[in-house]
């Protein structure tokens, strides 16, 4: 009988594979879209959202968005939708603005490694003697865990950034611009829980990336693209 409840339960509650968050909302507008005063950046990114939605919808991939209308969430938020579906991957979008408003191309940030590769030395050298203090003092226990909770979260950074370069490289093939696949040390990354990375779609601050993210067909275009490269990587 339990068995069965349990089948059931996942036919009607099937896993998420994607969390996909919108950036922005409500009060929080982003970057400003070039010759529009009635357009913002959380306009945009809710647009692109229900286009990759769509997109996935065809293949069959479950996919939960964090906002579905104009409306301000939290970072913690945003992630701890993440943390409580535990999903295959958790993926922020947006898109960009820069300094002298002349840029182009596409951005993806995955969450910090380097600075935590002497937590996988250390936990590696001293995992004997770490376990040994954790069944001995109650403050080894929260040093072991400490060092289990930075080792695990190592293994997230790495499999971000495994994904964040695949994703790059297959849009790269696919002729996009790609200015920078690199590490980001944004809130919304390091507290998912999950593979993470942070997708800049386009800058939208100077006419020609404007123009070109406003086009509907470039946009839908770009959201099927995303949705083909995330295959095998993401879902």
Same mark, same amino acid.
């Given at each position: 009988?339990?068995?069965?409840?349990?089948?059931?339960?996942?036919?009607?509650?099937?896993?998420?594979?994607?969390?996909?968050?919108?950036?922005?909302?409500?009060?929080?507008?982003?970057? +400003? #879209?070039?010759?529009?005063?009635? /357009? =913002?950046?959380?306009?945009?990114?809710? %647009?692109?959202?229900?286009?990759?939605?769509? &997109?996935?919808?065809?293949?069959?991939?479950?996919?939960?968005?964090?906002?579905?209308?104009?409306?301000?969430?939290?970072?913690?938020?945003?992630?701890?939708?993440?943390?409580?579906?535990?999903?295959?991957?958790?993926?922020?979008?947006?898109?960009?603005?820069?300094?002298?408003?002349?840029?182009?191309?596409?951005?993806?940030?995955?969450?910090?490694?380097?600075?935590?590769?002497?937590?996988?030395?250390?936990?590696?050298?001293?995992?004997?003697?770490?376990?040994?203090?954790?069944?001995?003092?109650?403050?080894? +226990? #929260?040093?072991?865990?400490?060092? /289990? =909770?930075?080792?695990?979260?190592?293994? %997230?950074?790495?499999?971000?950034?495994?994904? &964040?370069?695949?994703?790059?490289?297959?849009?790269?093939?696919?002729?996009?611009?790609?200015?920078?696949?690199?590490?980001?040390?944004?809130?919304?990354?390091?507290?998912?829980?999950?593979?993470?990375?942070?997708?800049?779609?386009?800058?939208?601050?100077?006419?020609?990336?404007?123009?070109?993210?406003?086009?509907?067909?470039?946009?839908?275009?770009?959201?099927?693209?995303?949705?083909?490269?995330?295959?095998?990587?993401?879902?």
């Amino acid at each position: 009988m339990l068995l069965l409840y349990m089948i059931l339960n996942s036919m009607i509650s099937p896993k998420i594979d994607i969390v996909m968050d919108p950036g922005h909302g409500g009060t929080n507008l982003g970057a +400003k #879209i070039y010759g529009r005063k009635d /357009l =913002h950046e959380k306009d945009l990114t809710l %647009k692109f959202a229900f286009l990759i939605e769509k &997109a996935m919808k065809k293949k069959a991939i479950n996919l939960r968005l964090t906002r579905r209308k104009d409306k301000y969430l939290t970072l913690m938020q945003r992630t701890q939708i993440a943390r409580e579906i535990k999903p295959q991957c958790f993926i922020s979008l947006h898109f960009n603005a820069s300094a002298l408003h002349n840029k182009q191309g596409i951005e993806i940030y995955f969450p910090p490694v380097l600075a935590s590769e002497s937590v996988e030395s250390e936990y590696k050298h001293n995992k004997m003697r770490l376990n040994l203090v954790k069944n001995k003092f109650s403050s080894g +226990k #929260i040093l072991a865990d400490t060092y /289990l =909770h930075q080792y695990k979260r190592l293994g %997230k950074a790495n499999l971000s950034r495994n994904l &964040a370069r695949k994703l790059g490289w297959r849009l790269l093939a696919k002729k996009y611009k790609i200015n920078n696949i690199q590490q980001g040390n944004y809130d919304v990354l390091l507290n998912s829980g999950v593979r993470a990375v942070l997708f800049e779609g386009g800058f939208i601050d100077n006419v020609k990336g404007a123009k070109k993210v406003m086009d509907s067909e470039y946009l839908k275009q770009l959201a099927d693209d995303f949705t083909n490269s995330l295959q095998g990587i993401c879902y």
